[in-house]
């Protein structure tokens, strides 16, 4: 597959199936997040896939009761989101892998490099034909004791901080089309 086609087709996907990925894209998406560039080459992201369905839900849950509502209106009608559809009990949607991305401290480069991480898992995944999704509010659903102690028992270093989640699974019915751009976003200086 073409990288262009990759990525003008991939789209955030809400609706899964209950069948779990194999473990072979699995690696492979793993592999490319921690293939993904990070600043100064320091490779400090860390990814940990929760395959735990009851852990997920229980942390989905969480992510998606530390979301204030926006005040935007719409994210998909054809996926639609937490912010769409208030019943959706899950941040993760059930889907049936969620990966977390650690990164260490505060500095300008520990958000920038974990989202590097997250971009390159959504491309693999859609050239796999996996689904998958961005999620958001990691800090804040790590930021409480029992965040605290799943770091531990997951050996992430106290210094890490959560940044993104990247949920992947099956597509439960129709892959959405693709999404038109919003025009006047590039200039090109010559
Ligand atoms: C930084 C970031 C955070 C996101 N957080 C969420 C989220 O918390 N929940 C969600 O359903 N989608 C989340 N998304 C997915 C976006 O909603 C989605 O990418 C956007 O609506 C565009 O749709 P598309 O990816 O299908 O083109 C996030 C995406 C990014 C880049």
Redesign the pocket.
């Known amino acids: 597959m073409a990288m262009i086609e990759a990525i003008r087709n ?3 996907i ?1 609706k899964y199936k209950s069948e779990q990925i194999t473990d072979e894209e699995l690696n492979l998406i793993l592999e490319a997040g921690i293939y993904a560039p990070s600043a100064g080459g320091a490779q400090r992201a860390m990814i940990v896939a929760v395959q735990d369905r009851d852990l997920a839900l229980k942390l989905g849950r969480i992510n998606a009761s530390v979301m204030k509502r926006p005040n935007v209106g719409h ?2 009608a054809e996926q639609p ?2 912010i769409d559809d208030p019943t959706i009990r899950s ?1 993760f949607y059930d889907a049936p892998t969620v990966c977390v991305i650690f990164n260490k401290g505060t500095g300008q480069y520990s958000i920038s490099d974990s ?1 590097c991480s997250a971009e390159n898992m959504i491309l693999e995944a859609y050239d796999l034909g996996v689904a998958s ?5 990691a800090e804040m659903t790590f930021d409480n004791e029992f965040g605290r102690e799943l770091m531990k028992e997951w050996e992430i270093p106290e210094d890490y901080t959560a940044r993104a989640f990247v949920i992947l699974g099956y597509i439960d019915g129709e892959y ?1 089309p693709l ?1 038109p751009r919003k025009e006047n976003r590039i200039r090109i200086v010559r």
């Open positions: 991939r789209r955030a809400r994210v998909s989101s937490i941040g989202f999704a961005i999620i958001g509010r959405p999404k």
